[in-house]
């Protein structure tokens, strides 16, 4: 796959999305955050990356195959296309963040070169990742992670497939907002260790869909003295009568395992057994 041409979107259009969204961000509940569809002014740069995305059966595909999240994952750039890189280095560009900096009243971003935890998503039937907040400090950079940016790839995706994004309360009492990952919408959020939020239903899709996305992470070099907490890893969460455990955080070895290229996994694996 070619690249066709470099993906940049106009910084006329960024003013106008600032104009429409920068107070519904601060104040949205259940935490800062808000959705944007058709929020890549031209899809077809979506439609090339669709092409391009990696095929379930890839063996560079991290798997996680758990209680609280069945998902694929990869961060490895060796696998992505050269449309895919193309858009992901836009969006970690200066133009970009500056952008979501004014949106999100958060100064200092720093976006990941090494998309830890982020990059490319694909979730297939049955799938899910439980009710959870996020790993806070970025392990190789030792940044205080800020931003999640989530772009969905799911074209004429039906509301019985299921595959919301529920964001849930500080209490985790309730849901307070439900997203379908539909084509080209792009959901922005901040992260904390209150920011609940997940796809905690297994995905009802036809065997031959899934649910695909891109996902962007930002940090900062510290944070508001309120969010300030002890370094912890992902902390996963049950709804109300849920019979998962209340709390359950990744270990260490699952934590180190999200940063090693799945070639080197796989070949570890390969001279154990």
């Keep these: 796959m070619k690249l066709e041409h470099l993906p940049t979107i106009e910084a006329s259009y960024l003013e106008s999305l600032l104009e ?46 758990t209680e609280y999240e069945k998902k694929l994952a990869s961060s490895s750039e060796s696998m992505m296309g050269d449309n895919t890189r193309a858009l992901l280095y836009y969006l970690n560009s200066s133009t970009f963040i500056t952008f979501v900096e004014k949106l999100t009243s958060i100064e200092g971003l720093i976006p990941d070169p090494h998309f830890a935890g982020g990059g490319l998503h694909r979730i297939q039937k049955g799938g899910l990742l439980k009710l959870h907040v996020d790993f806070n400090k970025h392990s190789r950079l030792n940044l205080d ?9 799911n074209k004429d995706w039906k509301e019985e497939y299921g595959g919301y994004l529920e964001l849930w309360d500080k209490d985790m009492t309730r849901c307070e907002k ?18 609940y939020h997940g796809h905690p239903d297994p995905l009802n899709c ?6 695909q996305s891109l996902a962007l992470y930002y940090y900062s070099n510290g944070r508001p003295a309120h969010e300030v907490s002890q370094q912890h890893s992902t902390i996963f969460k049950a709804r109300p009568d849920e019979l998962i455990a209340q709390e359950q955080k990744t270990t ?3 934590m180190v395992k999200r940063f090693i290229p799945p070639i080197l996994l796989d070949l570890k694996k390969s001279i154990e057994d």
């Design 206 to 211: 036809p065997e031959d869909r899934s649910r």
């Design 145 to 153: 992670r800020r931003l999640n940016i989530l772009i969905y790839l």
């Design 178 to 195: 439900k997203i379908l990952p539909i084509f080209n919408r792009c959901v922005i959020f901040s992260t904390n260790d209150f920011s």
């Design 252 to 254: 260490v070895k699952d």
């Design 20 to 65: 429409k969204n920068v107070e519904a961000y601060v104040s949205a509940e259940p935490f800062p955050h808000i959705v944007m569809d058709n929020f890549l002014p031209d899809p077809g740069i979506l439609d090339r990356i669709l092409e391009e995305f990696p095929d379930p059966e890839t063996a560079y595909w991290q798997r996680f195959n």
